[in-house]
């Protein structure tokens, strides 16, 4: 029996058809005991890969296809990690071959990682392959016999797969090996499923070369297929295939690494985090109570979950998070109110991580962090989109670049993609390509499959003709392979250590380093994601409340607004909702319609109530509403934890508090079954439901009741929200609408700065403030800015919001304005910008917009620069 030592997962991206289910599959089909992930510089899958072998008993080979030099030559070599350390060797070359543009690596360099490793020629169109067709036997030796002293395990690779005069050189590669005294191996390099998918591949390989099928120039490989060992049998000289096994059985690879731990917080005072954290807390808790007397339930609330915090060794997670808010704080950033679990915690509030009092508003801290299950702490920072980076670049510095890292997605092939790159790969016109991708159904997640069965004119386009179908066919192959790597929207991991100690790094969108795995992989290897999300409302409530500071008497503290200000309820209630965060959309203004938001806990309902889900609880919830004498809380013990929702289950935190009133679970064990029923975890579910129901009985229900409460639970649990997040966000969203109902014109000023370039927001925002009689003056090069701003309480329209009319055109205009005073007359303002070379085309759009209107005899003049144009040369 052979091992496969060469498969290459669909993470070389756009280099092979195969995801890491189908190779396991493969494996599994043809009875192989043993199989290596080998992928071009890159292990994206290694975690993946690394499961699925556990889970059908195969033992997995970690790899890397790395290019190398010597004397100036590229040479191809696969590295097999022998062990732990071999696998956390290849991890660290990977980071260096992918990250500060190391776009190559001698073989001297190289050999440093291979101390644990099995080395074999790659032989894929490298140096020592010309050699070989060149029969250069001597400098082949040579190179060779450079091989065997930079490497401690080294094979010379032995591939027959590929057609051509390759393979009747490999008798001339085997006397050489035996001569230099090198043993060699069977290579199949695989990078497809079976032979009927060899034009699959040939279609990834021209999408990523960006050429078309017929192009003889296009670089793609025939014969490397996954083969069956009799295949292989068939191929390869016993010799061969006996040291693959020799190989597979070299390589043990048990992932027991050890795992990354968070930085250790270090605080002046010389004291243990723990303490130090304990200390921050208690002040921090005085100052949210003014100083005042303590209520003796936030004591006993701070003290409990300290010591939740500090058992569970997370101390110095929230110190790391206390520490970058409070340096964006000192940075005058702007810090949203939390999001997410984290804001039912007490500590995080009393630290300014959060804005909201989870005490005042019933959030329960474990929904954050269960102390009868152990798992990470996930606090969610926002931050305006504009200073996001900030933040990131302050705890790059301080821990180091490589303890920092975003974390990668991918963007798929997903279906109007796929269709275009396979479509543009078989020459089919843009025309051609633009309409079939027009009659897929515009939803989210489409399949081609499904837009196949659901539309009836694409199924009849794609039935049209012989070479639609042949489209057809090869896009639904590579429909979902990964197509390119991009970041998280807001994930960032931390480490004390390298993070490439236990997950590899690259640099994704210019130099920006990412984890080369994805996120579902990090917690187990020791690695908490934080999320810095970058929000552009909050971006609109910063610029808004600085504006209003620079001229206001009484400076405007946005954590402290009111939060019964009538104005805003008369908004939302109006649906003037344009530009507020969470409340903008049709179907939120549908609700908010119904609902007629009359205090803040009606708009963390209305944010509760409009998800997938919960939306089917809003004609009942509305009904209660109007009509108290339909409410049921089911028993009178329930009504405190229902009686804001008028007896309907809408919050996670209900479902919990419900368990823990009616069967005395903790609300750590309350979380554990609102986790079990959201993931369908039957065999919890039973033992569950047998303790809640025990427990029910226990403290004196009834047998029907505890029944009829659990089913509930069942019903509801599957729609509930997470309150502590829908607070959180209703705080922002609340916001917006108190300063677009008190400040209109300094909201208007910063919404339409947000959306400067997006034509369809332009006219939809400068509608909605026209209607509230906000002026919008005309664009003016002796006024106009690059955003909009205030002037004699109306708007001005900046110059780049002009179509036609870039950054590279209105930032000369204003520094020269700037530099040498106002445009006096038409001719002064084309006579100063001739050194611009401002054409015609430019002229004639700032003209058509009204940014020349008042400089003199404009039209005029305009009409003597067409005669005079061939003197002055510039139009």
């Not at 035996?178 to 591949?201: K, N, T």
Request: charged content about 25%; glycine content about 6%; aromatic content about 10%.
């Amino acid at each position: 029996m052979s091992v496969h030592l060469h498969v290459r997962s669909c993470y070389t991206l756009l280099n092979s058809t195969l995801t890491i289910d189908k190779i396991i599959k493969n494996t599994k089909k043809h009875g192989y005991d043993a199989v290596a992930l080998c992928d071009k510089g890159v292990m994206h899958g290694a975690m993946s890969f690394y499961h699925a072998c556990q889970k059908e008993g195969i033992k997995p080979i970690f790899g890397l296809e790395v290019d190398a030099l010597y004397d100036d030559d590229v040479f191809n070599f696969v590295l097999l990690a022998k062990n732990d350390e071999g696998y956390v060797s290849l991890l660290k070359l990977s980071t260096y071959l992918n990250t500060e543009e190391h776009e190559t690596i001698d073989i001297e360099h190289l050999s440093t990682y291979t101390k644990d490793c099995v080395v074999l020629t790659g032989g894929d169109s490298d140096a020592m392959e010309t050699m070989l067709l060149q029969e250069k036997r001597d400098r082949l030796k040579e190179y060779l016999h450079a091989c065997t002293q930079y490497f401690v395990s080294f094979y010379v690779s032995i591939a027959r797969n590929d057609s051509g005069l390759l393979k009747k050189k490999n008798q001339i590669l085997k006397e050489i090996c035996r001569e230099v005294g090198i043993p060699f191996a069977a290579l199949s390099r695989v990078y497809y499923e079976d032979m009927q998918d060899e034009e699959c591949y040939r279609t990834l390989c021209a999408i990523d070369q960006g050429k078309s099928l017929d192009d003889k120039t296009l670089n793609s490989s025939s014969g490397r297929y996954f083969r069956s060992p009799d295949e292989m049998k068939a191929l390869y000289d016993d010799e061969e295939l006996i040291a693959t096994e020799e190989i597979a059985m070299m390589c043990n690879v048990q992932m027991n690494l050890k795992k990354a731990v968070l930085p250790e917080f270090s605080n002046r005072y010389g004291i243990s985090s723990e303490e130090f954290l304990r200390q921050l807390c208690h002040k921090g808790l005085a100052k949210r109570m003014n100083f005042q007397s303590i209520p003796k339930v936030y004591i006993e609330r701070l003290n409990y979950e300290l010591d939740v915090i500090i058992s569970m060794h997370y101390a110095d997670y929230f110190l790391i998070v206390w520490d970058f808010i409070r340096f964006a704080k000192t940075q005058d950033i702007y810090i949203g109110p939390g999001r997410g679990s984290a804001a039912g915690s007490l500590v995080a509030y009393c630290l300014g991580i959060t804005h909201a009092d989870p005490i005042k508003y019933h959030l329960l801290f474990e929904r954050f962090l269960n102390p009868e299950r152990v798992s990470m702490p996930d606090i969610d920072t926002d931050f305006p989109d504009n200073r996001r980076d900030e933040v990131i670049d302050y705890v790059t510095q301080l821990y180091g670049a490589h303890c920092v890292a975003h974390i990668i997605t991918f963007n798929t092939l997903a279906a109007k993609q796929v269709l275009r790159d396979v479509g543009r790969a078989m020459d089919f016109s843009l025309r051609e390509i633009d309409i079939l991708c027009k009659l897929v159904p515009n939803r989210l997640k489409i399949t081609l499959k499904g837009a196949y069965e659901e539309s009836a004119k694409f199924k009849e386009r794609i039935n049209s003709s012989e070479k639609y179908k042949r489209l057809f066919r090869i896009a639904l192959r590579l429909e979902g392979l990964p197509r390119h790597a991009s970041l998280h929207a807001a994930g960032i991991i931390l480490s004390n250590e390298n993070i490439d100690n236990v997950c590899p790094l690259i640099d994704v969108d210019e130099g920006v380093r990412a984890s080369q795995f994805t996120m579902e992989y990090l917690e187990e290897l020791g690695l908490i994601k934080m999320d810095f999300l970058g929000l552009r409302n909050l971006t609109i409530i910063d610029e808004i409340v600085h504006h209003i500071n620079e001229t206001a008497v009484q400076k405007l503290e946005i954590m402290k607004i009111p939060l019964d200000d009538a104005l805003t309820y008369q908004l939302i209630r109006d649906v003037d909702t344009i530009g507020v965060f969470q409340l903008e959309s049709d179907g939120m203004k549908n609700l908010i319609r119904k609902m007629k938001p009359r205090n803040f806990e009606d708009i963390v309902a209305t944010i509760a109530l409009y998800r997938p889900g919960p939306m089917e609880n809003i004609p009942e919830y509305l009904d209660r509403r109007e009509h108290p004498e339909k409410i049921d809380y089911i028993h009178p013990d329930l009504k405190p934890i229902l009686e804001n929702t008028y007896g309907i289950m809408i919050y996670q935190e209900q479902i919990m508090q419900v368990a823990t009133k009616m069967a005395g679970f903790s609300l750590g064990k309350a979380d554990n079954l609102r986790k079990a029923i959201s993931k369908k975890k039957g065999d919890e579910l039973i033992k569950l439901q047998a303790d809640f129901i025990k427990g029910a009985v226990s403290k004196g229900y009834t047998l029907q009741l505890a029944q009829h409460v659990y089913d509930l639970i069942m019903k509801f649990a599957n729609y509930g929200f997470n309150r502590s997040h829908s607070v959180a966000y209703g705080m922002i969203a609340y916001q917006l609408a108190y300063l677009k109902a008190n400040y209109p014109l300094y909201f208007f000023n910063s919404l339409l700065n947000s959306v400067i370039g997006a034509d369809s927001k332009t006219n939809a925002y400068v509608f909605e403030a026209k209607k509230r009689n906000i002026k919008i003056l005309l664009p003016n090069v002796n006024t106009s800015e690059l955003t909009y701003h205030i002037e004699q309480d109306a708007l001005r329209y900046p110059l780049i919001g002009i179509k036609g009319i870039g950054r590279t055109v209105a930032q000369p205009i204003i520094e020269e304005r700037k530099k040498h005073g106002p445009y006096l007359d038409f001719f002064d303002f084309v006579a100063r910008m001739m050194k611009y070379r401002i054409n015609k085309k430019t002229m004639e759009a700032l003209i058509h917009a009204g940014a020349l209107d008042d400089l003199k005899s404009t039209v005029f003049l305009w009409s003597q620069v067409w005669m005079t144009q061939s003197v002055m040369g510039t139009w």
